[in-house]
C-alpha cells in the first residue's frame, strides 16, 4: 500500500503559476503510476496528468496541453505537477492518484486504487 498527501495549493491570479507536490510513503514507490485529478464544484472528477512507472507522461486532456507537466522523483518519494499560465476555469481541489495495475490508460479514476486527501487550488480572474 501506499499513502499519498498534496500540497501547493493556494490562490494565485489568473497567468500565474503553481506547483503541487504529492508526497508518497512506501518503500515500492517507484514501481507505482500516478496521476493528477481535478474536481471543481458541481462537476465531477476530471484527469489532468499521468506519470507511468518507466517515466513515461500520458498525453495532457487540450485543457492543460502545454501548460501543466508532470514529473516524479523516486528518490524523494515525490510527484510534482507544475500549472503554469492559470486560468479560472483551473479552479479545483487537485488530487494524486496510485495505481499498480497493468494494463490500464490512467485516464479514469476507476484505474487508481490510492488517492490523497486533496488541495485547493483557486485561480481569481
Known amino acids: 500500500q501506499v499513502q499519498l498527501v498534496e500540497s501547493g495549493g493556494g490562490l494565485v491570479q489568473a497567468g500565474g503559476s503553481l506547483s503541487l507536490s504529492c508526497a508518497a510513503s512506501?518503500?515500492?514507490?517507484?514501481?507505482?503510476?500516478v496521476g493528477w485529478f481535478r474536481q471543481a464544484p458541481g462537476k465531477e472528477r476530471e484527469f489532468v496528468a499521468a506519470i507511468n512507472w518507466n517515466g513515461v507522461r500520458l498525453t495532457n486532456p487540450d485543457s492543460v496541453k502545454g501548460r501543466f507537466t508532470i514529473s516524479r522523483d523516486n528518490a524523494k518519494n515525490t510527484v510534482y505537477l507544475q500549472m503554469n499560465s492559470l486560468k479560472p476555469e483551473d479552479t479545483a481541489v487537485y488530487y494524486c492518484?496510485?495505481?499498480?495495475?497493468?494494463?490500464?490508460?490512467?485516464?479514469?479514476?476507476?484505474?487508481?486504487?490510492?488517492w490523497g486527501q486533496g488541495t485547493q487550488v483557486t485561480v481569481s480572474s
Open positions: 492518484a496510485a495505481t499498480l495495475r497493468i494494463g490500464v490508460l490512467m485516464r479514469s479514476v476507476s484505474d487508481y486504487d490510492y
Open positions: 512506501g518503500r515500492a514507490f517507484s514501481s507505482y503510476g
